[in-house]
Each structure stands twice: as C-alpha cells, then as structure tokens.
C-alpha cells in the first residue's frame, strides 16, 4: 500500500489521492484499505511516519556539539522541505490515536540517544534526552508547522548554541 501511495503522489500529486485510486493500484478493493486504516488520512499518516524514518545513524563527527549540530542542520533540511512538512503534517492529520506521532518521537529520541551515548563514552557532559527534545526538536517542530518562514539554519545552530552554551563564534562549549 505505501508504494501504491508514493508512486501515485510522484503521478497524481498529494491532492489527487484517494482510497480507490490506491487500492487499485495496490491490487486490493478500497474495502481493505477502509478496514485497515479507516481512511485516506490514516494511510497517509502510516505512509508519512515510515518516510520521516531516519535511514541511518546520526553522523560521528567526534565531539557533542559537532554531532549535535550536524544532526540538527540534517533534521532541519529534512522536516523544512515541502515533502518533510506534508510528512509531518500528514502524520499529525491521520493519527488521532497518536500511535504515529509517538514513532516519530522515538525517531528523534533514538537518533538523539545515540548521540549522547558517543559523548558520554568520550566523557563529555551533555543534556538528557528530553531536554534535547523540549528545546531543540519541538522548536523546530512548532516553526515547521506554524511558522515556516521564521525557520531558518541560524535559529537551529542557535539552539544548538544555547544547548551547551556553545558560541559560533569561537565553535567550542563554555
């Protein structure tokens, strides 16, 4: 059914899906989908969290914030994007159970815990995981859905910035 639904978005565009459009193309009655997913809301909200899967761990760049910084520029191109913020908004929609949502967040958590790991295995200090969560990724979150054309490259290095008290200026933490 995901297939179906990416190759019909490439041909039809997001707009000109619907549920007998993709069960024909998947080969299945629009029955099946309805009974699976309840709706084209709740496929694409399936389809769009298993697109915002992070294809790789998070680069080692061997310090925190250098790891953390080139997480949060590669975070912020891919939820920025016109397809990361139909993912994101596609997720939102179709998952009134938050079982979705709750994926994505563990995809940051994860990426986020690996991350962390590295530092402290090199014994640096870091912030815990939800505060990684509550002042880096919900703030990119909130401007990809609400404020898009308030987010730009600088606000993300400067929440990284202000993670650690780091300063572009000089690269290093205080």
């Known amino acids: 059914m995901h297939t179906a639904v990416r190759e019909l978005t490439e041909k039809v565009g997001r707009d000109g899906l619907t549920v007998p459009l993709v069960a024909e193309r998947a080969g299945v009655t629009p029955s099946t989908v309805y ?4 709706g084209l809301p709740e496929l694409l909200s399936d389809v769009a969290v298993e697109r915002l899967r992070p294809q790789a761990p998070p680069e080692d760049c061997g310090d925190f914030v250098t790891d953390l910084t080139s997480w949060a520029e590669t975070f912020f191109e891919e939820m ?3 397809p990361g913020r139909a993912y994101v908004k596609d997720a939102l929609a179709g998952d009134s159970g938050g079982v979705n949502t709750s994926q994505c967040s563990a995809y ?11 530092a402290r295995v090199r014994g640096e200090t870091t912030p815990d995981i939800e505060t990684l969560i509550d002042c880096l990724v919900a ?3 909130y401007r990809v859905l609400f404020r898009p054309s308030q987010l730009h490259i600088e606000y993300v290095r400067s929440l990284v ?4 008290g780091w300063s572009p200026s000089t690269e290093q933490c205080k």
């Open 35 to 38: 009974r699976r997913w309840g």
């Open 161 to 164: 910035a202000r993670m650690c």
């Open 80 to 82: 920025s994007s016109s």
């Open 108 to 118: 940051a958590a994860e990426q986020l815990d690996i991350i962390v790991d590295r």
């Open 139 to 141: 703030p990119v979150i």
